[in-house]
């Protein structure tokens, strides 16, 4: 992965691996052109994510240093460093996070296509007989 300074305008090259640090203060909204990974190396992330159909609602994820999120190709998501509630605002330490791109040409469907197998397969809760 090669590091990248943030540009004054929010497009940043997701095509190949990055490694970013955001400063307290600083968002980026990110256009995925793949699917692939963000992992937060150090600090904490706020992320809310759109998905590429306007009928998904956003979600908002908290992910720290040492996790990572699978992001699709086509979704959206803002980024800012987070801070937990019992550390002051202006104690915010610097986010950094790395980005990488699944490689392959259905890298992203497989993933899908796993998630979605995975979701139909889960058990489904038991219910109370009817009387």
Same mark, same amino acid.
């Given at each position: 992965?090669?590091?990248?300074?943030?540009?004054?305008?929010?497009?940043?090259?997701?095509?190949?691996?990055?490694?970013?640090? #955001?400063?307290?203060?600083?968002?980026?909204?990110?256009?995925?052109?793949?699917?692939?990974?963000?992992? %937060?190396?150090?600090?904490?992330?706020?992320?809310?994510?759109?998905? $590429?159909?306007? /009928?998904?609602?956003?979600?908002?994820?908290?992910?720290?240093?040492?996790?990572?999120?699978?992001? /699709?190709?086509?979704?959206? %998501? %803002?980024?800012?460093?987070? =801070?937990?509630?019992?550390?002051?605002?202006?104690?915010?330490?610097?986010?950094?996070?790395?980005?990488?791109? /699944?490689?392959? =040409?259905?890298?992203? #469907?497989? $993933?899908? #296509?796993?998630?979605?197998?995975?979701?139909?397969?889960?058990?489904?809760?038991?219910?109370?007989?009817?009387?």
């Amino acid at each position: 992965m090669s590091p990248a300074r943030l540009p004054s305008s929010p497009r940043l090259p997701l095509s190949r691996g990055v490694s970013i640090t #955001l400063q307290p203060g600083q968002a980026r909204t990110l256009h995925l052109p793949a699917a692939g990974t963000l992992r %937060v190396a150090q600090g904490a992330l706020w992320v809310t994510r759109r998905g $590429r159909h306007v /009928d998904h609602p956003a979600q908002d994820l908290y992910v720290s240093a040492g996790l990572a999120l699978a992001l /699709d190709a086509g979704d959206s %998501v %803002v980024i800012e460093p987070m =801070h937990l509630a019992a550390t002051p605002a202006a104690q915010v330490p610097p986010a950094s996070f790395n980005w990488q791109a /699944d490689e392959g =040409h259905c890298a992203g #469907l497989l $993933r899908w #296509l796993r998630q979605h197998l995975q979701a139909a397969w889960r058990p489904a809760p038991a219910r109370a007989p009817c009387a």
